[in-house]
């Protein structure tokens, strides 16, 4: 298993019993933004939640990010076999992994945590859907309520008497109840005194009954031997007058319920017109917030990986172009602001002499410099027309742009020529900074980073690098030889001439990645310098020097048309 694609289990996080997934960690790519494309990132899996750090080194100091998988959605990419896309809501994590195997395995782990989590299942969502339903309306209820009970005040004062009603009917209650405690208490007594009288009578028959009490007649009838009871009952209570008042009571609280029920009922039309109201403004607000995302998507692209240079990309050719366009425009106008506000620092590097660089070399890539340097020499020099057939495009004052056709392997190329022409300078000042990379980032503002790979010979170096990103186009990144060389004059009449040469080479300490579009160039910078006579017995000065520059570039994949 490579490095990158790499992942790691912890074994202290395992707990079978428990049923809790173990950690898992590895190498992803996540897409960052339309500048720096994809990148390498640390993802780790654990506990339902999905976490990114910058690299493995720097988990210590907190994640960058992370994602709640209860709600997650995982969309494996339909062309992309090593992508897989994981929303949340608004929030979209662009992955890839370095192979289709372990795509699947990031994503059936992650759908087994999501699955296991509890938060998704049919119960669940039920039970805080019930939750959330009863808090709402709860607390919608007491806040219309307590609106309205300020501006009802009748039905503040119906609350009132009922209130009062309550009192008075408990009050009558607690009466009640004590006449009727009173009522068992006698007929208990009575009952107990029943059950002595017929015993003595059974043992005593012509024992003399105490007044009150039941005799017997001579017709066999039984006489009262107790008074009759009071007519108030017992303890002096009005049954009779506590059942009409107790009767009232209800009635009042009837009634009065009657004027609440009455009240409530318009106060709710009131109640149903601020809600329809309120619904009908959050439709609205429903309705625009839709409507401006769906023109957000039609706007823009966005920035994401759907929508850069591919096969499968969802913009067309016109768009391409246009974006590329337009992102280019933007970096000139950022890298003139820039110049404008850069105080220069003057350079005192001494341009070595040029019997050092006139010399072919014995380096391995020789003979191919060679060969580049006569090519260049041979065509790039011609004017409009010749075997080189090259075309006028464009002129604006001593500047000249030509344009030829080449096929190369059954691509067709348009190999770009520029002319111009710099006074005070020589050639082999011009060619020197072009080729010393000492000073590269000075001058060079399309560049991110580079770095010297090999020093192949003193005047030859492997330098890799890789271009700013210009959005949709993936970056670029190109690994080349960079040679300077002084051509020798075949004659006393031809001008100083000196020659920087760059193209594309291939070494092991610089292998291409999936990060970057790795592209070929065949560049030749041709510097001729001219000096015209002073006037009279001057010396020869910077006035009299003047500088010849042809630029050609022959590039691949550098912005020409979607990949």
Known sequence: MSEKSSSSVSDEDADPESGQHVELGGVLSKWTNYIHGWQDRWVVLKNNTLSYYKSED?????????????????????????RFDISVNDSVWYLRAED????????????LHKAESGYGSETSLRRHGSMLSLTSAASALSATSTSSFKKGH????KLSEMETFRDILCRQVDTLQKYFDSCADVVSKDEFQRDRVEEDEEDFPTTARPEGEHNHNNNGSKEKLFPPASPKGMNGIDFKGEAITFKATTAGILSTLSHCIELMVKREDSWQKRVDKELEK????????????????KKSHYGGPDYEEGPNSLINEDEFFDAVE???????????????????IPRLTPVPPGDAYSTIGTHRFATKVEEMVQNHMTYS??????????????????MKVYRREVEENGIVLDPLKATHSVKGVTGHEVCHFFWDTAVRMDWETTIENFNVVETVSDNAVIVYQTHKRVWPASQRDVLYLSAIRKILATNENDPDTWLVCNFSVDHDNALPTN????????VAMICQTLVSPPEGDKEISRDNILCKITYVANGKNMYKEPL
């Open 58 to 82: 720097e988990r210590e100091y907190g994640c960058r990010g992370s994602l709640c998988l209860s709600k997650a959605v995982i969309t494996p990419h339909e062309f992309d076999e090593c």
């Open 515 to 522: 990060r970057c579009v790795r592209a070929k160039i065949n």
């Open 154 to 157: 009748r039905l503040r004062e």
């Open 381 to 398: 020099l011609q004017d409009v027309g010749g075997d080189a057939n090259w075309q006028l495009v464009i002129e604006e004052g001593e």
């Open 326 to 344: 337009a992102a280019l425009d933007r970096q000139d106008k950022i890298e003139e602001q820039c110049q404008s506000e850069k105080v220069r």
């Open 100 to 111: 289709p195997e372990h795509r699947l395995q990031w994503i059936e782990s992650i759908e």
């Open 282 to 297: 959050r439709r609205r607000v429903e309705d625009a917030y839709k409507s401006a995302m769906n023109e957000l998507k």
